[in-house]
């Protein structure tokens, strides 16, 4: 099976940064687009950021010009640096992945991380 684990969420000021860090293990054969969900209180979902495994990035407009995501291939990690914080940021932010498993290696599934929560205080 594989599991995503995401770190570096916390309790930041307004105008402030922080970066998130979501690492896949498991027996993975690809990955192939990975990306960071949010969701607020009272709020649904909502898709923050996509990167391709070729480094193509996708931002929501919300965000866009003050979060940066990356991955490093050979980690099987994805990063969101966020920065110039707003109160409305607040939410848990969930790393997602379409992974194929080495017994399947062509099929992919999309996995979930179990959410990082990030506050930030106005």
């Known amino acids: 099976q594989v599991r995503l684990v995401e770190s570096g969420g916390g309790l930041v000021q307004a105008g402030g940064s922080l970066r998130l860090s979501c690492a896949a293990s498991g027996t993975i054969a690809r990955i192939n687009v990975m990306g960071w969900y949010r969701q607020a209180p009272g709020k649904q979902r909502e898709l923050v950021a996509v990167i391709t495994g070729g480094g193509m990035t996708t931002y929501a407009d919300s965000v866009k010009g003050r979060f940066t995501i990356s991955r490093d291939n050979a980690k099987n990690t994805v990063y969101l640096q966020l920065s110039s914080l707003k109160a409305e940021d607040t939410a848990v932010y969930y790393c997602?992945?379409?992974?194929?498993?080495?017994?399947?290696?062509?099929?992919?599934?999309?996995?979930w991380g179990q959410g990082t929560q990030v506050t930030v205080s106005s």
């Open positions: 997602n992945a379409d992974i194929s498993l080495l017994w399947s290696p062509s099929r992919y599934v999309p996995y």
